[in-house]
């Protein structure tokens, strides 16, 4: 069974910095994307970063320039560092895992979320 197990939340003024980790325990196969996603009460869920096999990364506007996610392959591994944070990144924090399956092409993993709490 795979588990995404997250770590490296919590709370921090304004202008501080984060570093999130998530690791994966269990057969997972081959990882083609690691993400990490956020999901503030009252909104839906949004990708704040992902990064491919091949190590290419992708991050909105709202985190481009203040948020990095890297990748261990051999210790299927991603991490989220995130500076200059500012109270609207207040949300839980998601990482997702998505790997190559037959049927149906891919398969996705979800770690259990962590919070981010950035005071002003």
């Known amino acids: 069974q795979v588990q995404l197990v997250e770590s490296g939340g919590g709370l921090v003024q304004a202008g501080g910095s984060l570093r999130l980790s998530c690791a994966a325990s269990?057969?997972?196969?081959?990882?083609?994307?690691m993400g990490w996603y956020r999901q503030a009460p009252g909104n839906e869920r949004e990708l704040v970063a992902a990064i491919t096999s091949g190590g290419r990364t992708t991050y909105p506007d709202s985190v481009k320039g203040r948020f990095t996610i890297s990748r261990d392959n051999a210790r299927e591994t991603v991490y989220l560092q995130m500076y200059s944070l500012k109270p609207e990144d207040t949300a839980v924090y998601y990482c997702?895992?998505?790997?190559?399956?037959?049927?149906?092409?891919?398969?996705?993993?979800w770690g259990q979320g962590t919070q981010v709490t950035v005071s002003s």
């Open positions: 269990g057969s997972i196969g081959v990882v083609m994307a």
């Open positions: 997702n895992f998505r790997a190559f399956k037959a049927v149906p092409g891919s398969v996705d993993y």
